[in-house]
C-alpha cells in the first residue's frame, strides 16, 4: 500500500525567502506526482504535474522535481510572499491509477 | 470551461441522520472521485469512478456510505447512517481521458470542486 509522507507539517518565513517541500513515497512504481495547493475552507487547485518518465517541471516562481529511485519529490517556492500561504499537498498516483494524499505542509508567509 | 461543481457547500445533521452530496464534473472527463478531508489531513480516497464503473471502492465504508454515477456524468454520495466521525470536508474531483490507460493525453490531472462541510451532531 502506497504511503506519502510530507515533511516539514508546518513552516513560517519572512517574505522573500525561497523555499523547499518535501514529498515522500513509499511505492516507486508511480504514474505520476501532482502539487496541490489549498486555501483555508476551500477546495484544492492544481499547482504542478510531473509524469513518471518527467524529472522536473516548472511554472513561474514554482518548480516541481521528481525522483522515483529514491521515492521523493520536492516543491521549489521561490522569492515566496504573503499570498503563497496555504496548505500544499502532494498526491501520488501508483501504477493502479489509484491517487494517494500525504497530510501536506500549511506554508504561512508573513511579511 | 466551467469547473467542478458541487453541492450543498454546507450541511449540518444529527447523527443516525441521512444526507446526500451531489457532483458534477468537469464536461468531457470520464475519470470522477470523492474524498474525505478531516480536518488537518489529506483527501482520502472514497471512490473512484470511470465513466459509470467502478475502479476502485477499497475505503468506503460500504455498510454506510453509497455512491452512484448512473449515466457516467453527475454522481450522487450518500450516508446513511451518519456518525460524529463523519464530519468532514467531503471533495469531488475529475480528470481526462475518456478511455482508461490508452490515451495519449492520460495525464489524469486532477480538478477539485468547492467541497461540501459536513458537520454531524
Known amino acids: 500500500k502506497q504511503e506519502v509522507t510530507q515533511i516539514p507539517a508546518a513552516l513560517s518565513v519572512p517574505e522573500g525567502e525561497n523555499l523547499v517541500l518535501n514529498c515522500s513515497f513509499t511505492d516507486s512504481a508511480i504514474y505520476n506526482l501532482q502539487w496541490f495547493r489549498q486555501d483555508p475552507g476551500k477546495g484544492l487547485t492544481s499547482l504542478l504535474l510531473i509524469q513518471s518518465s518527467q524529472r522536473e517541471q516548472t511554472s513561474g516562481r514554482l518548480n516541481a522535481s521528481l525522483d522515483k529511485s529514491s521515492g521523493r519529490s520536492t516543491l521549489y517556492i521561490a522569492a515566496s510572499q504573503p499570498g503563497d500561504s496555504a496548505t500544499y499537498l502532494c498526491a501520488v498516483r501508483g501504477g493502479s491509477y489509484i491517487p494517494t494524499f500525504g497530510r501536506g505542509t500549511s506554508l504561512i508567509v508573513h511579511p | 470551461e466551467a469547473g467542478v461543481a458541487q453541492s450543498p457547500r454546507y450541511k449540518i445533521i444529527e447523527k443516525r441522520q441521512s444526507v446526500a452530496f451531489w457532483c458534477n464534473p468537469i464536461?468531457?472527463?470520464?475519470?470522477l472521485y470523492w474524498y474525505q478531508q478531516i480536518l488537518g489531513q489529506g483527501p482520502k480516497l472514497l471512490i473512484q469512478?470511470?465513466?459509470?464503473?467502478?475502479?476502485?471502492d477499497s475505503q468506503l465504508p460500504k455498510d454506510r456510505f453509497s455512491a452512484e454515477r448512473l449515466k457516467g456524468v453527475d454522481s450522487t454520495l450518500k450516508i446513511q447512517p451518519a456518525k460524529l466521525e463523519d464530519s468532514a470536508v467531503y471533495l469531488c474531483a475529475s480528470s481526462f481521458p475518456t478511455s482508461f490507460r490508452d490515451s495519449p493525453r492520460a495525464t489524469y490531472e486532477q480538478y477539485f470542486g468547492p467541497g461540501t462541510r459536513l458537520t454531524v451532531t
Open positions: 464536461s468531457g472527463h470520464a475519470t
Open positions: 469512478f470511470q465513466n459509470n464503473g467502478v475502479v476502485d
